[in-house]
């Protein structure tokens, strides 16, 4: 028998009233009350009161020693409690159990911050005794409701034919956009493992291999600037499937998405099936490839009335290829001019030179540059927009991509701002036929959308030699209410295109060779079609839980800059170490800060 319970603090019920049980864990709260002593005690389960009676004077008098955290064990009799003192609250707030024993297992020192109470802490502080965080409801519905959904997920696949299979960490560079974090090699002195950015070759190398269905709860490391919903390593839901389409990959994640949400969160999809927008669509309705689709707000070009209208800053942008699109936002009232320069702001933020608004009243519109449209051009920029009488329009005149951006933060301005988005909805969609490059104007060449092992659209093959920044890729992502949930695509599975696409992106057949020659000899043997996806883990139970980042969904993150504050990792390692890898440091630790670390081109970007 166990010697520390024979229940646990969350499974009695009034029906087990009369038995004896034995029960452990921590003291959650302690309170003197009308002569007795109650404890709450807490498990992983739940929580439970036990009360102990004045009357076994040597108990009585060690109950009233005990702290909050402390370790226990306890014995006694599962009792209903008196009427009156039920506690609808808890799961097992019909009884109590009566103390007859009581083991200190361990004392606890007075904990940095309350476990009983859901109190603001200073997260540093939290992620430094993460172990007494995670003791905490928040964090311990959080992790377990992590673990159903990771379950279900592996349940689903498994069903379908799909076997997880472990990817080494220790490997070469897999590029996914961001710096690699390297090992240094002990028996190699000079050379250095890098650590997965994704299992994305070993994926496809195990479809050569004829595996056909693959997935991994796999960690991806990227060694990149932080921000709220990035971490050092995240954990993804890594995925593969041999003579596959994209139909077929976006219908099989569909389905699991939607049981995920249906079954174990208390969401509710805004649309099934999740709307499918190509990526021209998602820029041109939304200014944005994340589309939140709660809401309205669309934008609408109105380039062709620009083109002819007198406000040069309109023409002009038209005219040298841009385009002018604008939306129209109700409720908000009357406008104060300080509002209207910070709504201007968040568009020239964006790199906007300006944000034209107008007020639509009965008889036109009203607003500083209202006086350069004819009132039949007033009419149309009304109509186009769908607008009535009280509305405000605004409009950005620039290049388009200014445009989108701009106009797509005013979107989610007044979503914020005019509560737009519903509480307790998922907008899930996907955006598909992203291009398959983009110009990087900073380091003025053309590098992949995704990644470069992503396959062009069947159509656009011959556009690779003569504009390859015009071919669409087979690549997708899985959109929730605006945030990106998963990117995936068909792959490319011929040495040939491949090593062109290499080529595109800048990519010798030397450096293919040295970076990726596993892949390009693999597919010489009869590599099959395939593709796949990986939907970020984290993110989906961030979003799922309504938490603001992903740090209240991992049991152990990092902080923002990048540290275990409760390890205290990264530290500094000792001269036998670094002698034994072949290692001398430039500067002595500690000594480079503001120095500015080398920069790495990157070679994607999601
Ligand atoms: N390897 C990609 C990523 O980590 C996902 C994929 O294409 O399957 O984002």
New binding site residues.
């Given amino acids: 028998m166990n010697p520390y319970r024979t229940h646990t603090a969350g499974e009695l019920r009034a029906k087990n009233a009369g038995e004896q049980t034995r029960l452990a864990g921590w003291v959650h709260r302690r309170r003197d009350h009308g002569g007795l002593v109650f404890i709450d005690l807490r498990d992983r389960w739940g929580i439970i009161q036990v009360t102990f009676d004045p009357e076994r004077a040597e108990l009585f008098t060690a109950a009233e020693k005990l702290r909050p955290e402390w370790s226990i064990s306890v014995e006694g009799e599962v009792a209903l409690r008196p009427e009156g003192n039920e506690n609808p609250e808890l799961t097992t707030g019909e009884v109590e159990v009566q103390a007859t024993e009581l083991r200190v297992l361990n004392e606890s020192a007075t904990p940095p911050f309350e476990i009983d109470r859901e109190r603001e802490v200073d997260e540093l502080l939290r992620l430094k005794y993460r172990y007494l965080d995670l003791r905490r409801e928040r964090m311990r519905k959080n992790i377990l409701f992590r673990h159903q959904v990771v379950k279900h997920m592996r349940d689903f696949l498994d069903e379908r034919g799909f076997v997880e299979i472990e990817t080494p960490l220790l490997t070469a560079s ?1 590029p ?1 956009g961001a710096r690699d974090y390297l090992v240094p090699a002990r028996l190699y002195p000079g050379q250095f493992y890098a650590l997965p ?4 070759q070993f ?1 496809q190398l195990l479809m050569v291999a004829g595996f056909e269905r693959y997935f991994q709860i796999a960690r ?1 490391l990227r060694d990149e600037d932080q921000r709220g919903d990035r971490q050092p390593e995240h954990t ?1 839901l ?3 499937m041999s003579y596959t389409t994209q139909d077929e990959v976006l219908d099989l994640i569909e389905g699991l998405y939607t049981e995920i949400v249906e079954d174990f969160s208390g969401k509710k999809l805004v649309s099934k099936p999740f709307p499918r927008l190509t990526y021209a669509e998602a820029m041109d309705r939304f200014g944005s490839d994340k589309p939140d689709l709660r809401f309205g707000l669309e934008l609408k070009d109105v380039s062709e009335i620009a083109r002819s209208s007198e406000f040069k800053v309109f023409r002009g942008a038209v005219e040298s290829g841009g385009s002018v699109r604008g939306i129209a936002v109700g409720g908000l009232g009357d406008l104060s001019r300080r509002e209207t320069d910070e709504l201007t702001k968040i568009a020239t933020d964006a790199g906007a030179k300006g944000l034209a608004h107008f007020r639509i009243e009965v008889d036109g519109l009203t607003g500083p540059v209202a006086k350069f449209f004819s009132e039949e051009e007033q009419t149309s920029l009304r109509t186009s927009l769908g607008a009535e009488p009280g509305d405000w329009l605004f409009f950005v005149a620039d290049r388009n991509p200014v445009v989108f951006e701009s106009l797509n933060r005013l979107r989610l301005h007044f979503r914020d701002r005019l509560g737009l988005a519903g509480e307790g909805v998922l907008a899930l969609c996907w955006v598909t036929d992203f291009p398959l490059f983009e110009w990087n104007e900073d380091e003025k060449r053309i590098e992949p959308m ?2 470069m ?2 396959m062009p659209c069947e159509e656009d093959l011959e556009k690779l030699d003569t504009d390859p920044l015009s071919v669409i890729g087979q ?1 997708y992502d899985l959109v929730a209410n605006g945030t990106e949930l ?4 068909i ?1 490319i599975h011929r040495p040939d295109l491949q090593q062109k696409v290499f080529s595109i992106v800048g990519i010798d057949k030397e450096e293919a060779e040295r970076r990726f020659g596993a892949m390009l000899t693999a597919f010489r043997y009869g590599a099959p079609p395939h593709g ?3 939907p970020g883990i984290d993110r989906l139970i961030m979003v799922l839980q309504d938490e603001p980042n992903i740090r209240e969904v991992m049991a152990f993150p990092k902080t923002q800059a990048a540290r275990d504050e409760m390890m205290d990792a990264p530290g500094p390692v000792s001269e036998v170490q670094l002698k034994e890898l072949n290692i001398a440091l430039r500067r002595a630790p500690g000594s480079d800060k503001g120095s500015n670390p080398a920069t790495h081109p990157s070679e994607g970007n ?1």
Avoid: C, M, V, Y
């Fill in positions: 897999t996914e950015q994704s299992p994305q994926k991806a993804q890594d995925l593969e995704h990644h092992f992503t690549l998963a990117s995936g695509s792959r796949g996806i990986a999601n």
